[in-house]
């Protein structure tokens, strides 16, 4: 059974376009990361989040713990934005404490 | 300075090598992870260290072997691999004050290593 779910797993958009990236988890958490990975490797956090909601730019990330999901969404898309997002919730206790847990990813392309 | 530095970049070695991974931050971090990824799947938990000491194995061959000399340093020795430890492997590292740890992750770019 997977902690994380993500969806879609592939998604194609135009440039201009408006995404969401859906992520529900089973375990409990301290807080969520979302993450982009690009092509070739390393890996940047977008947001941390542990309530409601956070902007950065084009990009928001919304969460509702007692429903244990989490959206993020990326405004006014544009082929840079072509990776693959990561939802890794953080456990909060015991044994899971501090861990992360990863969605399988979401792959986005946006074509111009 | 927010990067997590990862040297060297790509990395091809023979089974009988040995070789090194090194990780260095100087964000003043105290919590620094080891990640191994293989293509198209989430990254896996390896080690954890905390103030400079092992404090996560998640069951990795000994042929893996981590060290940490000092706050800003990580290396990952290797020794003996075979083709299936072929992966990306990741340094992270987050804050930690006394003695809570704040989980924003800040991630290097991976060394990329192929085990002939």
């Known amino acids: 059974k997977n902690e994380v779910e993500q969806s879609p797993q592939n998604l194609t958009a135009q440039e201009g376009e408006f995404i969401t990236i859906n992520c529900s988890y089973s375990?409990?958490?301290?807080?969520l990361h979302w993450l982009q990975q690009h092509p070739g490797g390393g890996i940047v956090s977008l947001f941390m989040l542990s309530s409601g909601k956070k902007k950065h730019g084009r990009l928001i990330a919304t969460i509702n713990i007692q429903e244990k999901h989490s959206s993020l969404h990326i405004t006014a898309s544009h082929p840079r934005d072509s990776a693959v997002y990561i939802c890794?919730?953080?456990?909060?206790?015991?044994?899971?404490?501090?861990?992360?847990?990863f969605g399988r990813g979401t792959q986005l392309t946006v074509w111009p | 300075d927010t990067e997590v530095t990862q040297t060297p970049k790509h990395l091809v070695m023979g089974m009988t090598n040995k070789k090194s991974l090194k990780c260095e931050q100087h964000?003043?971090?105290?919590?620094m992870y080891w990640y191994k990824q293989k293509a198209k799947k989430p990254p896996e938990l390896m080690f954890v260290y905390s103030y400079e000491k092992l404090s996560i194995n998640e069951s990795v061959p000994s042929r893996f072997s981590p060290e940490c000399p000092n706050s800003s340093l990580l290396n990952l020795h290797l020794h003996a691999l075979q083709p299936e430890d072929s992966a990306l492997y990741l340094c992270a590292s987050s804050l930690k004050l006394r003695g809570r740890i704040f989980w924003e992750l800040f991630f290097g770019e991976g060394s990329r290593l192929t085990v002939l």
């Open positions: 375990v409990g958490i301290s807080a």
């Open positions: 964000m003043g971090h105290r919590a």
């Open positions: 890794a919730p953080i456990g909060d206790r015991g044994s899971t404490l501090g861990r992360l847990y």
